[in-house]
């Protein structure tokens, strides 16, 4: 059997990944045909052979890090502005603006009375037109042309509008299962109208969710879904299924049919223009020209490109409890003639700009250049030494295991367990942060020479203001 995993560049993201949480999906947009999957934390496929491979399986399991989850199809993440070239193609074609179309942003929404969303930028036109827009990533900008889209006149009411705005969300690959020759592939989510109509008793209008305007509300994508979506900008309209087996030796007619609806072409937004998708197009070139990812920038390649950063919870102790933001990043490769489709989530790891588009960066070098430039050389060493796993799953995983002992004690009476967590003391509850770690053994030797050269450097967040 071959795949379309290319070798080189999949052993390089997991090197990128480890000690991360999240997922990074690479496709040849031409094919469908899956370059590289990686999610992170990661686990040797050989500790669940042998003598110790039950145990260690229990062990994954009850690991709160989720070392078995494959975040790339099955992490469900706010896609946030990752979002907009999307969105911004949908207006586009539905015609509510134009290219040229602009949003007076003063660094706030203010047509629905909270002024919400916030937008980074203040005025200076930084969303004077569809391009400039996608360049600075205006929240404002995108909040309002999402309410163009579900309260266009041509529908009857916002409920039409928004279920016409979700076909197009279904038609990229959002909130369904797209058919990976993997198992376990979540959907993600776009809720339907019914969701809304239940919690806002049936009355709800284009204010109330119109943060899904910039990929947020109850949005949900699997960077798998992402990776997909930008194949479809890329190709203009269509995609291959995303899949890994290329042939099988000695295919049999069954194979045949397996494998045949990986051939079969989706044209699924086909019928938009090419002048509408290259509205866009040219907007997520100027993201890393100009704008938000100027840091993705490759010598001789035209990178197409979206940030993105969402703002993330969660409950521990009882109490919401508010984490890093998670880094995301999606493009393609070159403007021309693409080659490549990435998208990268990091979770609680901080701005877009930071993690994920350099991540997508040194991706994109090696595919297309076969080489690594020697910024890339020492991005990768800083990001590859840097662990990034959130603080608080110590604290967690502390509290379900003796959760887990504590009822072991009520049903058998055997406190070997319970005394366990008596004798160790509680992992502090302090608030999680990146924190960069000890070298890493794994990784090939120039990393780590470099790793630790960089090391004491221990804080690279970014604090220019990236946006979202
Ligand atoms: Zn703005």
Not at 3 to 20: G, P, R, W, Y
Not at 139 to 167: C, M, Q, S
Request: with cysteine.
């Amino acid at each position: 059997m071959r795949t379309h995993i290319d070798i080189e560049l999949q052993q390089l993201a997991e090197v990128l990944m480890s000690n991360k949480v999240g997922g990074v999906v690479a496709i040849d947009p031409k094919t469908g045909g899956i370059l590289t999957m990686v999610s992170g934390p990661n686990y040797n496929p050989n500790d669940l052979s042998g003598s110790e491979g039950s145990k260690n399986f229990s062990r994954m399991q009850l690991d709160v890090s989720g070392p078995m989850l494959n975040r790339a199809i099955a992490g469900r993440y706010e896609p946030g502005s990752t979002y907009k070239p999307l969105g911004a193609l949908i207006a586009l074609n539905e015609k509510v603006i134009t290219s040229s179309w602009g949003y007076p942003c003063g660094g706030r929404y203010t047509l629905c009375g909270h002024g919400k969303p916030e937008c980074t930028h203040k005025g200076g036109g930084h969303a004077a037109n569809v391009r400039l827009a996608i360049a600075n990533s205006c929240n404002a900008y995108f909040a309002h042309i999402y309410r163009l889209t579900v309260d266009n006149p041509r529908y009857k009411n916002v409920y039409e509008g928004y279920l016409h705005w979700k076909e197009y969300m279904n038609a990229f690959g959002l909130g369904v299962r797209l058919g990976v020759d993997l198992p376990n592939e979540n959907t993600g989510g776009i809720p339907d109208t019914v969701v809304y109509n239940r919690e806002n008793a049936g009355h709800w209008n284009s204010c109330t969710n119109l943060t899904l305007g910039i990929g947020q509300d109850k949005m949900q994508t699997t960077p798998l879904q992402m990776a997909n979506a930008m194949c479809v900008i890329a190709n203009k309209g269509y995609y291959y299924t995303p899949h890994f087996v290329k042939e099988i030796e000695g295919e049999t007619e069954r194979d045949q049919e397996k494998l045949g609806r990986f051939s079969e072409r989706h044209d699924v937004l086909t019928n938009i223009p090419d002048v509408v998708f290259n509205e866009v197009i040219e907007g997520m070139s100027d993201v890393v020209k100009v704008g938000t990812a100027q840091g993705a920038q490759i010598q001789g390649v035209e990178v197409c490109a979206k940030t993105g950063t969402a703002e993330n919870y969660t409950i521990l102790d009882r109490q919401r409890v508010k984490l890093p933001n998670n880094s995301m990043f999606v493009c393609f490769a070159p403007k021309e003639n693409p080659r490549i489709a990435i998208a990268v989530f990091v979770q609680n790891a901080g701005f877009g700009a930071t993690w994920a588009a350099p991540i997508a960066r040194i991706l994109l070098e090696k595919y297309l250049l076969d080489t690594l430039t020697a910024k890339s050389k020492l991005d990768s060493a800083r990001i590859a030494g840097t662990n990034l796993m959130p603080s608080y799953f110590k604290r967690l995983q502390y509290k379900e295991d003796s959760i887990r002992a504590f009822k072991w004690f009520q049903v058998t009476k055997d406190s070997s367990y319970i005394d366990r967590f008596s004798q160790i003391n509680v992992p502090d509850y302090s608030l999680p942060h990146p924190h960069n770690n000890k070298t890493n053994h794994n990784l090939p030797v120039w990393m780590s020479i470099l790793s630790a050269a960089l090391l004491p450097k221990s804080n690279f967040e970014n604090l220019h203001s990236y946006t979202a």
